[in-house]
C-alpha cells in the first residue's frame, strides 16, 4: 500500500504531462490565454492537481528522502508514454539514461 500511495501521484503527473503535450499540440505557438482555453491542456492540469493532492497525502506520511527520488520514475513512464503513445523517437542513450534511473528507483525502494 505505501508503494501504491507513492506512485499513483506519480502515475497522474506523467499522464498529465501527455495530455498537456497533446493540448499544446492543438494550441501550436505558444499563447498563454488558447492554452488555458484549450480543454486537453485544461484536463492535463487536472491530472498535475490530482497529483499534487495526492502528493501532499504521501507528504504527511513518508519521508521526503525516501518518497522524492521515487518522482524519478515519472521520467522513465512520461519517455515511455511519449514513445509508445505519442510515437516520438527515443535514442538508445536516452533508454540507457532512463536504465540508470531505474536502477537508483530501485535502489531507494530497496532501502524501504
Request: charged letters at 10%; aromatic letters at 12%; zero cysteines.
Amino acid at each position: 500500500m505505501r508503494f501504491i500511495l507513492i506512485f499513483v501521484p506519480i502515475i497522474l503527473a506523467a499522464i498529465g504531462q501527455l495530455i498537456l503535450k497533446t493540448g499544446m499540440n492543438q494550441v501550436g505557438n505558444f499563447n498563454l490565454i488558447k492554452s488555458f482555453t484549450n480543454p486537453t491542456v485544461l484536463v492535463g492540469l487536472a491530472f498535475y492537481g490530482a497529483s499534487l493532492i495526492l502528493w501532499m497525502m504521501v507528504l504527511t506520511r513518508e519521508n521526503l528522502s525516501f518518497a522524492y527520488p521515487l518522482v524519478a520514475f515519472s521520467y522513465v513512464l512520461t519517455v515511455t508514454l511519449s514513445k509508445f503513445v505519442l510515437h516520438e523517437p527515443v535514442p538508445t542513450l536516452r533508454w540507457l539514461g532512463l536504465a540508470v534511473i531505474v536502477v537508483g528507483i530501485l535502489l531507494v525502494a530497496k532501502s524501504a
